[in-house]
């Protein structure tokens, strides 16, 4: 189940991290409002990075004038007590790690990361070799990812996430010298879902100097780390880092590779040409391979979509040499039957792609072709290019029907049949973003009324006949739970759901079982011993036809598909194709952002 979220958390981005946040293209539309809303936001980002270069001059006034106490002491005469001078605490300040930098000129590079996000500490482990090497050269900085609300910080991976960046942000300010920090982020990484219970000995295996270590620990346990933390997020908001890793180096986004040379080269770029490191010179040239895009131009799907995937590898393997090729040609089939492809869009990988190096976080996503050849990349490929294409006018499999007709069509989203005032979400129950959908349905439905016709789906996978879910076995139960609610009590099924959505994770959904929602416990649990779990099967078949995989996802009218979690978004929505409901004149009354963490789980 981890492995399957993993390739689907990489999926849902194509680009290798661990995205709260919708990508913004995918938005309904661009509001003319986005125009100034983008001005505000470039002014308030300027005016953070000015504050950002003020904190960073005073923290390197506050090193310097650390190293300057510190060669005082080192150059006390020597009969002031010799042997109680602690020599390496004494002398570390004066060093530099790694290559010296003459020119005093420093690489800015920023991660924005959260510090459970696999994707996050893939990339700390990657700059940390480089840091130690010529860190003398970089002005680096992490920044974490989370919401803030009021005094709430929280975040994609939970509490321990948030808890996990304070402390590492604490270690960051309180052991920034020669990035001694590393040492305890290193160690920490190693087993990411122990952040932050591991910080502690992971500084003691360190060799933190114990004042250092109460600093941190002050820091992390009080308002101190709290306030760096808020600082964070609100830093990361602003330069618009809502997936983890966004980097940017010398300024500008980074979307290079993340391997250790990826990033030498990266900030040898950035420095002037006669002032390099020397480490620059010592880059070895990237490894080439072969690869081919085999894709099929009919299919008009966002999953057959390949230009950002293709994007991302190209950025990640400098030496790939990619070609494309599409259905129509011979070649493309003569693979496809030969290499034993089923599904289009894939990308096929030459063998030499396993020395590239960054390989090792591509590797568990690849299979075997048939003939051993090549190295599959197969992603979200749905697409059977021997079957009907559903909106092309043409029969494409002989059969005699075109299109919808074709009984293979059925399911897809052109062939359903427009439905006026009908409202489906999809949702995975314990996603806490399809939670917030629903939540933000309460207000919809009092607004609307009757006149909307909802549908709740569910949204998961079926393996060896049963039925699985992203956020495991509970979700899978609760899907049912929720499913039967809605079954067995049409009318009162949303209070259930907004009860147990108070506590989604909780296995006590008996106590939201009750005459006050109106769902009757022994009926759910009848339901779910007996049809529930193939009611389940079944639902998960029309995500699944549709091809949608994110928590959650709206579609109004049965045809027009729409992302959201706040009650004015999807009011919106709706009157954008039903604009004579009671409702659309009271679009103003709902909800709208309110800055919560919008996204999906997919
Ligand atoms: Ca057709």
Same mark, same amino acid.
């Given at each position: 189940m981890k492995v399957k979220f993993m390739v689907l958390a990489v999926l849902g981005m194509f680009a290798f991290g661990c995205q709260p946040k919708e990508q913004p293209k995918e938005e309904p539309k661009a509001a003319q409002g986005e125009a100034e809303k983008a001005k505000a936001e470039a002014e308030k980002v300027k %005016?953070?990075?000015? +504050?950002? +270069?003020?904190?960073?001059?005073?923290?390197?006034? #506050?090193?310097?004038?650390?190293? %300057?106490?510190?060669?005082?002491?080192?150059?006390?005469?020597?009969? &002031?007590?010799?042997?109680?001078?602690?020599?390496?605490?004494?002398?570390?300040?004066?060093?530099?790690? !790694?290559?010296?930098?003459? /020119?005093?000129?420093?690489? #800015?590079?920023?991660?924005?990361?959260?510090?459970?996000?696999?994707?996050? &500490?893939?990339?700390?482990? !990657?700059?940390?070799?480089?840091?130690?090497?010529?860190?003398?050269?970089?002005?680096?900085?992490?920044?974490?990812?989370?919401?803030?609300?009021?005094?709430?910080? /929280? =975040?994609?991976?939970?509490?321990?996430?948030?808890?996990?960046?304070?402390?590492?942000?604490?270690?960051?300010?309180?052991?920034?010298?020669? @990035?001694?920090?590393?040492?305890?982020?290193?160690?920490?990484?190693?087993?990411?879902?122990?952040?932050?219970?591991?910080?502690?000995?992971?500084?003691?295996? %360190?060799?933190?100097?114990?004042?250092?270590?109460?600093?941190?620990? &002050?820091?992390?346990?009080?308002q101190e780390g709290k306030d760096l933390c808020k600082t964070s997020f609100q830093k990361s908001e602003q330069v618009g880092a809502r997936g983890s890793p966004t980097m940017f180096l010398g300024g500008k986004p980074y979307r290079g590779g993340r391997g250790e040379n990826d990033y030498v080269r990266g900030l040898c770029d950035e420095m002037a040409q006669d002032a390099k490191a020397k480490a620059c010179a010592d880059i070895p040239p990237p490894?080439?391979? #072969?690869?081919?895009?085999?894709?099929?131009?009919?299919?008009?799907?966002?999953?057959?979509? /390949?230009?950002?995937?293709?994007?991302? @590898?190209?950025?990640?393997?400098?030496?790939?040499?990619?070609?494309?090729?599409?259905?129509?040609?011979?070649?493309?089939? *003569?693979?496809?039957?030969? #290499?034993?492809? *089923?599904?289009?869009?894939?990308?096929?990988?030459?063998?030499?792609?396993?020395?590239?190096?960054?390989?090792?976080?591509?590797?568990?996503?690849?299979?075997? =072709? +048939?003939?051993?050849?090549?190295?599959?990349?197969?992603?979200?490929?749905?697409?059977?290019?021997?079957?009907?294409?559903?909106?092309?006018?043409?029969?494409? *499999?002989?059969d005699g029907v075109i299109d919808c007709d074709d009984a293979t069509c059925k399911q897809k989203m052109v062939c359903r049949e427009e439905v006026a005032g009908k409202l489906e979400l999809f949702v995975m129950s314990q996603c806490p973003f399809g939670v917030k959908g629903l939540n933000a349905m309460e207000q919809v439905l009092a607004t609307f009324g009757a006149d909307l016709k909802f549908e709740v789906h569910y949204i998961g996978d079926i393996q060896d006949g049963k039925p699985t879910a992203m956020h495991g076995q509970g979700e899978v139960d609760e899907n049912i739970r929720e499913l039967c609610a809605i079954k067995k009590f049409p009318e009162t099924y949303m209070k259930y759901i907004l009860c147990r959505n108070k506590d989604i994770r909780s296995e006590n959904w008996q106590a939201c079982a009750t005459a006050e929602t109106g769902v009757d416990a022994a009926a759910i649990e009848a339901c779910f011993k007996g049809e529930g779990t193939q009611m389940l099967i079944d639902d998960y078949a029309v995500a699944k036809g549709l091809g949608i995989g994110a928590s959650p996802t709206w579609i109004a009218n049965g045809r027009y598909q729409f992302s959201g979690i706040d009650s004015k978004t999807i009011g919106q929505n709706i009157c954008q194709h039903n604009s004579a409901l009671a409702g659309c004149a009271k679009l103003d009354t709902l909800a709208g952002d309110t800055g919560a963490p919008a996204g999906s789980c997919n």
């Open positions: %005016a953070e990075a000015e +504050k950002i +270069k003020a904190e960073a001059e005073k923290m390197k006034a #506050e090193a310097e004038a650390a190293k %300057a106490k510190a060669e005082a002491e080192a150059a006390k005469p020597a009969e &002031t007590k010799p042997e109680e001078v602690k020599k390496e605490e004494v002398a570390a300040p004066a060093e530099v790690l !790694g290559e010296p930098n003459p /020119t005093g000129k420093k690489v #800015e590079l920023v991660f924005h990361v959260m510090s459970q996000c696999p994707f996050g &500490t893939q990339v700390m482990n !990657g700059i940390s070799p480089v840091l130690r090497k010529m860190g003398a050269w970089i002005d680096f900085r992490l920044e974490f990812i989370g919401n803030v609300d009021g005094d709430n910080l /929280t =975040s994609m991976h939970g509490d321990a996430e948030v808890k996990g960046d304070i402390v590492e942000l604490c270690l960051q300010k309180h052991l920034y010298e020669n @990035f001694k920090y590393f040492d305890v982020l290193d160690c920490m990484n190693k087993d990411m879902r122990a952040i932050p219970g591991n910080w502690e000995q992971c500084a003691k295996d %360190a060799k933190i100097a114990d004042d250092k270590f109460a600093l941190v620990k &002050t820091c992390y346990e009080g490894i080439e391979f #072969e690869a081919i895009v085999l894709a099929d131009k009919r299919c008009t799907d966002r999953t057959c979509d /390949t230009s950002r995937l293709t994007m991302s @590898f190209q950025s990640m393997f400098p030496g790939m040499k990619l070609r494309s090729l599409d259905w129509e040609q011979e070649e493309a089939k *003569t693979l496809f039957d030969a #290499e034993g492809i *089923t599904f289009l869009p894939v990308i096929l990988f030459g063998p030499e792609v396993a020395k590239a190096e960054g390989y090792e976080r591509l590797g568990r996503f690849l299979t075997d =072709s +048939k003939s051993g050849k090549y190295k599959v990349f197969a992603g979200r490929a749905s697409h059977d290019p021997k079957s009907e294409i559903c909106d092309n006018k043409i029969d494409d *499999t002989g």
